[in-house]
């Protein structure tokens, strides 16, 4: 993008060539999460027994009758709550202002954000 606009501000115009190049060079920022990596499963593993115990004591301070996250029924939106968190994205259940200065908020947002699901799926699936 900084390219995008050095060429624009001394050229005038944007050449396609120029922003192919801007766009490959950018295009690889974002990876799949390594599942066969042992150490950072484990690290990840770690990190997800955190969140469940940090939305545990959240819950409850909450009014009764929301839904709970940890409840074995809701398997997949725990899944789905817990890799919002460790990607930085806000959701009814991890709020931005609650979770923000949190340190495990978007800790792994260098890699997708499915990865990170399937990440966070399969350390339950070990545990």
Known sequence: ?????ETFFKEGTVSSKVASQDEESHGDDIKDFPLDNGRLLSCLA?????II?????????QQEGEAAVQIREHV???????AKIL????????P???WYSHILWGKYR?????SILKAVEKSFEQS
């Open 96 to 98: 931005i202002r609650e």
């Open 110 to 114: 260098s890699y997708s954000f499915t």
């Open 1 to 5: 993008f900084q390219s995008l606009i």
């Open 53 to 61: 115990q940090a939305l545990s004591s959240r819950r409850q301070r």
């Open 46 to 50: 770690s990190d997800t027994t955190l």
């Open 87 to 94: 990607h930085g994205i806000d959701a009814p259940r991890a």
């Open 76 to 82: 997949d939106y725990r899944n789905l709550c817990i």
